[in-house]
């Protein structure tokens, strides 16, 4: 495979911080080798990780290895770089679960199979559960000095007047363990890049000072800008919590929608990072949504190929049918094809009223599902006078007075909607 110029590509995405001198070149010479570290303290990835996953997937289409580095050993101690919490340890049950749901993961986006520059899937806690502590000290700590490592900005942040909590030992080693994870795959896969956010980039220069100081060889460190929301809010979160890429975490409708919801500002940059779409495409594709915005061809777009990367065809095309169900036209068939995870979605929010299952069987009629039994109207006399002007609907069908919900009306064998006039929804939902 012929080599592109991959810092070049990822420089026109908007995906360069930093880079160490000469990194170009050297990645220009011949197929290298580069990795990203990956927190395993989750059975899946959210979307906070999709960056250094597409970073590897450049790299990979430049021609070049990528190594996606699990760490089972640092994942278990906590970065200073990030939060100041520290983390949970993690068992070895638990932590090989959570490693092999991440490659089915990294699967859709890197190719594992055999080739010279398939992709491959490491484990720091492979070699660094037999590491004794007084090996380490004696074999790795002697080389990088107390100051070099309180010179990085993560550390003296911590140790600012403004941080009252410090720093523990555990979090004050954890650059050099990152480091020796450089220095091991240097020496074993002769990898010779780590690339990472730009948080990261003190922990990844003190592993190319170990490689040169302990390896006497030379190495190279890229990061990419950590992404931001044009309006200060965290990339990749929501009330609900992050954007996680299994679907049983986040359902794909949601998925889609947070893409969807971007801002003009936002969507322009993540369609470059988080698509492979070509310059050409982008730039055409920037030009028609500024001559219509309303539109949002430009977030519809990024939704399309985000989803589809992350969860295929099949479920992109589900989260659009649900997106209908709300913000277009849909039929009662529509809503049964939902399954119960995005129809809870859908309607998260929506006023709900609970009924037994008792009353559906032996039939509800309309005045009781719109007043006496669910309180969605005020009386009887308002949801009458509601049916008589056919503004009431059951599953986005309209209804007159003399209509009873029966058991074949149930979506999911639990839930029936209920309409007044275009902008008010309810939910029947039968106990259980």
């Known amino acids: 495979m012929e080599n592109k110029n991959f810092v070049q590509e990822l420089k026109w995405r908007g995906m360069l911080n930093d880079v160490m001198p ?13 990795y990203v570290g990956i927190d395993p303290t989750a059975d899946s990835l959210h979307i906070g990780h999709l960056v250094g996953v597409m970073m590897l997937r450049h790299f990979q289409l430049a021609g070049h290895k990528p190594m996606a580095l699990i760490g089972g050993a640092t994942g278990m101690i906590g970065d200073p770089s990030g939060k100041s919490a520290e983390r949970n340890l993690l ?4 932590l090989k679960h959570n490693q092999d749901s991440i490659k089915k993961q990294l699967e859709r986006f890197l190719d594992f199979s055999e080739g010279e520059n398939n992709a491959i899937l490491v484990n720091n806690y492979d070699w660094m559960k037999n590491f004794s502590f007084l090996d380490f000290a004696r074999d790795i700590g002697k080389h990088i000095t107390v100051n070099y490592m309180m010179a990085k900005d993560s550390v003296k942040k911590r140790f600012s007047a403004e941080s009252k909590e410090g720093m523990s030992f555990t979090e004050f080693t954890y650059q050099l363990i990152q480091g020796y994870d450089f220095l091991h795959l240097y020496q074993q896969k002769d990898c010779t890049l780590q690339m990472g956010g730009s948080d990261q980039w003190g922990n990844i220069t003190t592993g190319t000072e170990m490689i040169r100081r302990i390896g006497k060889g030379k190495a190279y460190a890229l ?68 001559e219509a915005p309303h539109l949002r061809l430009l977030q519809k777009r990024l939704g399309e190929e985000v989803t589809i990367m992350v969860h295929g065809e099949e479920d992109y095309e589900k989260a659009i049918q649900a997106s209908q169900v709300l913000f277009g036209k849909s039929t009662a068939e529509d809503l049964k094809k939902l399954d119960k995870a995005t129809f809870l979605d859908v309607f998260e ?56 919900i029966q058991p074949e009306d149930l979506i999911n064998d639990q839930y029936v909607i209920l309409n007044k006039g275009k902008k008010n929804t309810y939910i029947i939902a039968i106990a259980d």
């Open 223 to 290: 990061t990419c800008p950590l992404i931001t929301k044009a309006d200060g809010t965290k990339f990749g979160k929501t009330e609900g919590g992050n954007i996680w890429l299994d679907k049983e975490r986040t359902s794909p409708y949601k998925f889609y929608q947070y893409w969807l919801n971007t801002s003009d500002e936002d969507a322009e940059k993540y369609i470059k990072i988080f698509t492979f779409l070509g310059q050409q495409e982008i730039q055409n594709l920037l030009k028609e949504h500024q």
């Open 349 to 404: 929010g929506v006023p709900q009223a609970v009924v037994s299952r008792a009353d559906i069987e032996q039939g509800l009629d309309m005045i009781a599902a719109l007043s006496a039994k669910t309180n969605f109207l005020s009386s009887n006399g308002e949801a009458r006078r509601a049916l008589q002007a056919n503004s009431i609907a059951v599953n986005k069908e309209k209804v007159k007075e003399d209509f009873v």
């Open 22 to 34: 000469g990194t170009e070149e050297h990645l220009l010479e011949k197929m290298r080798s580069a």
């Open 91 to 94: 068992d070895e049950e638990t």
